[in-house]
């Protein structure tokens, strides 16, 4: 019996072939279920993983607010809700006034010129007006508290006391400290937390200002003799307070300026306040008029008239009386000189 052996070969190859295949089929598609049963459980978990949660933090808290600046000592008065007077003005009030303007100078009519300081000392009694202290609708009338008023809200400018020529403009906390001097902090008991007050605490201070120190006003001005209206004219040019320091037991140790104010920016201001008339309140005249009309006390300190070295007279006359001398001397000088311009 013969056999084809290339023919059994081919059929057994064909069924190993069939079988092998449909093998790796089942494998195939098992192989992708269980990837598909991995995959449902590794979301599965990861959906049902609990939520990470987040570290606790320490929030530190708020910086203290900053000290409050320091602000000028300065008096608040409440407007009246209804006139303080019957009399009708006709609508026109005290803070309607303007100065009158002076008269135009020119350089070639100035002949005669010299710059004057003074002191107006408000104990005297031509210048008690400066003490003068009452509540009105546009404020406190004290000459200080006016001067104080219009610096705090910037109507005026405060110039350092170091010069007289008005170059370094002072803030509002510089004048502070100037007046009440600078804050400092001390130790005391702590009763509240120890009875005994073995505990302290550190609490701050500054002392409180004192309007009764400021005592005189110091002036600068010139003197100038307009050839075109054969006239001497008084021009002011600075105002400063003059603080006095006293010691413990109360009496007078120094005194200091404590800063100048330039008087044109100050003229139109002072218009509209009334310095005080003790024998008859209504023949009031405003501060700016009061300036102008020179009716105020005085002496004289330092002056351009023969003094090449720029020196004050305290620094040339040590004797009280004799300086008080020779000021007045400065003023007869300044007189003569006008009278003799003219001819009898």
Request: hydrophobic share 35%; aromatic share 10%; no cysteine.
């Amino acid at each position: 019996m013969k056999v084809r052996l290339g023919s059994i070969n081919t059929a057994d190859m064909k069924k190993a072939l069939i079988i092998v295949g449909f093998v790796g089929l089942m494998l195939a598609v098992a192989g992708e279920v269980s990837a598909q049963t991995r995959k449902r459980t590794t979301t599965k978990k990861t959906t049902n993983a609990p939520a990470q949660v987040a570290q606790d933090t320490v929030v530190a808290p708020p910086p203290p607010p900053p000290p409050p600046p320091d602000t000028i000592p300065v008096r608040s008065v409440k407007a009246g809700r209804r006139p303080s007077t019957t009399i009708d003005s006709g609508g026109v009030t005290i803070l309607d006034k303007i100065p009158l303007k002076h008269d135009n100078i020119r350089l070639d009519d100035q002949v005669y010129r010299q710059v004057i300081w003074r002191v107006i000392d408000t104990r005297e009694k031509m210048n008690m007006g400066f003490t003068y202290e009452a509540d009105e609708d546009n404020g406190n009338q004290k000459f200080l508290n006016i001067l104080l008023k219009h610096i705090k809200e910037g109507n005026v400018g405060a110039f350092s006391a170091a010069d007289d020529r008005f170059t370094t403009l002072l803030t509002t906390s510089d004048i502070a400290q100037k007046l009440s001097g600078s804050s400092y902090q001390v130790d005391v008991p702590d009763f509240e937390k120890d009875p005994t007050g073995g505990t302290t605490k550190t609490v701050t201070i500054r002392n409180e200002f004192n309007e009764e120190s400021i005592r005189a006003f110091a002036l600068k001005e010139e003197v100038i003799f307009d050839r075109e209206t054969s006239r001497l004219h008084f021009r002011i040019l600075g105002i400063a307070p003059i603080q006095t320091i006293f010691n413990e037991n109360g009496t007078e140790r120094a005194t200091t300026r404590l800063f100048w104010v330039y008087y044109p920016d100050l003229r139109p201001l002072l218009s509209r306040y009334d310095a005080y008339n003790p024998r008859n309140m209504g023949a009031r005249m405003s501060w700016e008029e009061i300036f102008e009309s020179r009716y105020f006390s005085s002496y004289i300190y330092k002056s351009t008239l023969n003094n090449p070295f720029d020196r004050q007279l305290d620094g040339i006359v040590k004797d009280p009386l004799m300086r008080l001398l020779e000021g007045d001397k400065i003023k007869n000088t300044i007189f003569n000189w006008e009278q003799d311009q003219w001819s009898y």
